[in-house]
Structure formats: C-alpha cells, structure tokens
C-alpha cells in the first residue's frame, strides 16, 4: 500500500508560480500511474494532471499549458510545477495513483491563489 504525502503549497498571487512535491512510500514507485488531483470547497476532486511510468503526461484542459508534472522515481517523489496561476486554481492539491487508491489519500497540500 502506497503512502503519499503532499507539500509546497502556499499563498501566491495571480500570475504567480509554485512547486509542489509528493513523497511515496509503500509500494513500487516507479510502476504506478500517478496523478495530481485537487479539490476546491464544495466541489468534487478532480484529476488535473497524471503521469505513466515512462514519463507520458496528460493535463485537464483547466491546466494545460500552466502545469507540468514530473517524476524522480529514484526520490519515490512526484511534482507539480505550476505556472500563471489563477484564482480558479485555489483548492487542496492530493496526489495518488490513477485509478486512485482511496486508502492512500494523503493531507493534501493547500494552494491559495488570492491578490
């Protein structure tokens, strides 16, 4: 069972950057899909970015071109570099697998796009 905590978010401005990291453990990294999925208040969590085991990446329209996510299968860490931030993007930040394992949602990681 694959354990993941997420970090990096933060306050930022519109048009702002931020990085953020998640740390795996618990399972073989480097085979999984893995994804970056966030969840705004009173709204669903949605899949905004995944990518396979040998580095192919798929975006939501509401991202591409803004985020690019990454992976170091050595550092069992994936990241989500994100770019030309809006305030549409202010929500909980999780990573898992894709299809997600719904034991292994972590704490998330609070990304907050405000002037």
């Known amino acids: 069972q694959v354990q993941l905590v997420e970090s990096g978010g933060g306050l930022v401005q519109p048009g702002g950057s931020l990085t953020l990291s998640c740390a795996a453990s618990g399972s073989i990294f480097s085979m999984h899909v893995m994804g970056w999925y966030r969840q705004a208040p009173g709204k669903q969590r949605d899949l905004v970015a995944r990518?396979?085991?040998?580095?192919?990446?798929i975006y939501a329209d509401s991202v591409k071109g803004r985020f690019t996510i990454s992976r170091d299968n050595a550092k069992n860490t994936v990241y989500l570099q994100m770019n030309s931030l809006k305030p549409e993007d202010t929500a909980v930040y999780y990573c898992?697998?894709?299809?997600?394992?719904?034991?292994?949602w972590g704490q998330g990681t609070q990304v907050t796009v405000s002037s």
């Open positions: 990518i396979t085991n040998i580095g192919t990446t």
């Open positions: 898992n697998k894709v299809p997600p394992d719904f034991v292994s």
